[in-house]
């Protein structure tokens, strides 16, 4: 007699919303599809499967365990914050990863030092910048200020990106300064914060930029913050 499992029909079962079905996969199924699994609950956004999903994270099996992280990003259930916080520490960064993005996608407040604390790896600053900016909490701002000094291009228009999201004041005359940053990026998404945040002290340092940069649709980005800022002024 065969011990083999029988075979899971993971869409079916996602079709149906056999919620009960998917968490018993999750739980005891075989590696290469228990992760699966946890993406189709994570879809269905069901909070019946919001603790069977925090369970798996304790799993030796790292697809699963990001797969679990990311659906509840997605589900969006406060009780998850805790431990995606304590997959934060895990030993493989595509892990981490995907422990930000969830609480990032949460949002809630608990997460905002361990983010900052993230914002030192470099394989997951740049998602840790982002996710600090959907939280939009003030502690962040003189981290991300930091770094947009820092080396490393992209990180430095995370950072810029995620601090006009987060929309405060402290950040403009920063943002002023990477407006002159020898890399497009940098300046396109410094000139997209500016917009974001709306402080008329940036109109001039725009303007200026906008006549000399060398790339048009760097010199588009920058018009287009001059009119966002000028359309918040009237309102």
Not at 92 to 102: G, L, Q
Not at 125 to 152: F, Y
Not at 164 to 173: K, P, Y
Request: glycine share 4%.
């Amino acid at each position: 007699m065969s011990n083999k499992r029988p075979e899971v029909d993971i869409e079916t079962l996602e079709a149906n919303k056999k919620i009960k079905n998917l968490i018993e996969t999750l739980i005891q199924g075989d590696d290469d599809i228990s992760w699966k699994a946890a993406q189709a609950l994570g879809r269905i956004k069901s909070k019946e499967a919001v603790m069977p999903l925090i369970e798996v994270l304790n799993y030796d099996n790292n697809d699963l365990k990001l797969n679990a992280a990311s659906s509840l990003g997605k589900i969006g259930d406060k009780r998850a914050v805790e431990p995606l916080i304590n997959l934060l520490t895990n030993e493989k960064w595509y892990v981490r990863i995907h422990a930000v993005e969830a609480l990032g996608l949460i949002s809630d407040k608990r997460a905002v030092e361990p983010l900052i604390d993230a914002l030192t790896d470099k394989r997951i600053r740049n998602e840790a910048a982002m996710a600090l900016g959907k939280i939009k909490d003030k502690r962040a701002v003189k981290h991300l200020i930091k770094a947009i000094s820092n080396q490393d291009p992209t990180f430095r228009s995370a950072a810029e990106e995620a601090l006009g999201l987060i929309g405060d004041e402290d950040a403009v005359l920063p943002l002023i300064k990477a407006l002159e940053n020898d890399d497009i990026s940098v300046r396109r998404h410094a000139a997209g914060a500016l917009a974001k945040i709306g402080d008329e002290k940036a109109l001039g340092p725009l303007k200026i930029a906008a006549l000399k940069d060398r790339r048009w649709y760097v010199r588009l980005q920058m018009d287009e913050a001059i009119t966002e800022i000028l359309s918040k002024k009237i309102e």
